[in-house]
């Protein structure tokens, strides 16, 4: 297996970073360090999807306050303006009690963006990419953790599936109609659909954490969706969209392009009432997600609120957000999520989240227990510490513990009270 040190991810980003600089950004020297007022660009950009500041948009189509800090490297080539961002974490993890493994992965996400004038509007093109399916098919170890499948026959089960090598190839025009309003398309294979918050590597309040969260299944899921066709219509600060869309998850090979037909849809509305707010409520259909039960359907619904705020240590973002799952056939769960992360100074980033979820995928088919639904808590505390930083590129050391509660008839199978941990090293391109 194919595994990354930081030293060969920190001189890869370095690299890409050195290019989209001589491709024509300019930064300033604070205390001897390259640095860029990423809000400051972001305003002065204007969004792919409507007439205000670059910083609003995150994941896909979907919003951030408009107070979120742009983390990238900003360029330009020819009449296009560009954006490089990407993260690489190296990460030992430990998870406790019987059903506990321990791994040693890479996680790791490059993403460039570049948007120009045509046509009197903004052609926008995105592309993601990941070296995750390095860590294996059956990813790595996280209690509880529960969605889609490593070989296409058993699902993983306290384990978080990796993500596609290609994790977004998406176009999108859109062109002002009057004012402060704008209407636009977007298309991606794969891509993001209107659906959830932004994705939880895309949030300032979930991006230092290394874990995805327990409620990725409830939130953010479709962030790769092997096909999707979003329409939408801004005005001042309110937006909304419908998706039509492939409503099945990524299957076990992580680095092809899947097929499949638009058979699913959804509806977001989405609102920042104020600089340091943005709001979604969202619903849609999923025809058959899961690879292993192709005969269920899932009504999914969410609604989450973001605050950004720039405080006099540092900057501060907090995500708080609600998702439901329907099953047809099958049962109704719902999801919570609160996350907030708080750097200071540039250098010492404190973040947590907090989740409970039903879950009932936790046990196979021939269990007593399987279908059974489990209340289940969970708590992560972290820290990083940014010990080095050169032009773009900066490196951090960090680890979280976490903890639960769920009911005593997990006992047998979970042990009582476990605790998890993480040590990482993560790079990111700044």
């Given amino acids: 297996m194919l595994r990354l040190s930081p030293t060969l991810v920190a001189t890869l980003l370095f690299s890409f970073s050195s290019h989209a600089q001589d491709a024509g950004h300019e930064h300033h020297a604070t205390d001897g360090a390259a640095v860029v007022d990423h809000a400051a660009m972001g305003h002065a950009m204007t969004g792919m999807y409507g007439p205000y500041g670059m910083a609003r948009e995150a994941s896909g189509t979907s919003w951030q306050p408009d107070s979120a800090s742009m983390m990238g490297v900003h360029g330009s080539l020819g009449e296009w303006s560009t954006m490089l961002h990407g993260f690489a974490t190296t990460v030992y993890d430990d998870q406790g009690g019987p059903r506990g493994d321990t791994k040693t992965f890479t996680a790791s996400m490059l993403m460039l963006m570049g948007q120009r004038q045509a046509a009197g509007g903004t052609l926008g093109l995105r592309g993601m990419v990941s070296l995750d399916p390095t860590m294996g098919k059956g990813g790595y170890p996280l209690l509880f953790q529960t969605g889609e499948s490593a070989n296409g026959v058993d699902p993983l089960v306290d384990r978080q599936h990796p993500h596609d090598f290609l994790m977004e190839l998406s176009g999108s025009y859109s062109r002002p109609v009057a004012g402060d309003s704008s209407v636009f398309v977007y298309a991606g294979m794969p891509g993001e659909p209107a659906l959830g918050p932004p994705a939880f590597m895309h949030r300032f309040s979930g991006m230092f954490n290394p874990e995805a969260p327990l409620t990725h299944h409830w939130l953010d899921a479709t962030h790769i969706t092997f096909g999707v066709a979003t329409i939408g219509a801004v005005w001042n600060d309110w937006k909304i969209e419908g998706s039509v869309f492939n409503g099945r998850e990524p299957d076990e090979n992580r680095w092809n392009i899947d097929g499949g037909k638009l058979d699913s849809a959804s509806a977001r509305l989405s609102w920042n009432p104020a600089r340091n707010w ?82 009932d995928e936790l046990f196979d088919h021939d269990d007593p227990l399987h279908g059974q639904v489990f209340d289940v808590d969970k708590l992560s505390v972290g820290y ?38 993480m040590v990482f090293v993560q790079a990111r391109l700044e």
Avoid: C
């Fill in 278 to 359: 943005s709001l979604q409520v969202s619903h849609g259909r999923l025809d058959s997600p899961e690879q292993l039960e192709p005969e269920v359907s899932v009504r999914r619904t969410t609604a989450s609120a973001i605050y950004d705020t720039d405080l006099p240590i540092g900057k501060w973002q907090t995500t708080f957000a609600w998702g439901r799952n329907v099953k047809d056939p099958g049962s109704t769960t719902d999801g919570y999520l609160l996350e907030s992360a708080l750097q200071m100074k540039r250098i010492h980033t404190v973040f947590a989240r907090a989740e409970h979820v039903g879950k």
């Fill in 384 to 421: 990083l510490y940014d010990f080095y930083r050169a032009r773009h590129v900066t490196v951090g050391l960090g680890g979280l513990v976490s903890g639960y509660r769920y009911p005593e008839e997990l006992d047998a199978a979970y042990g009582k009270e476990p605790v998890s941990y």
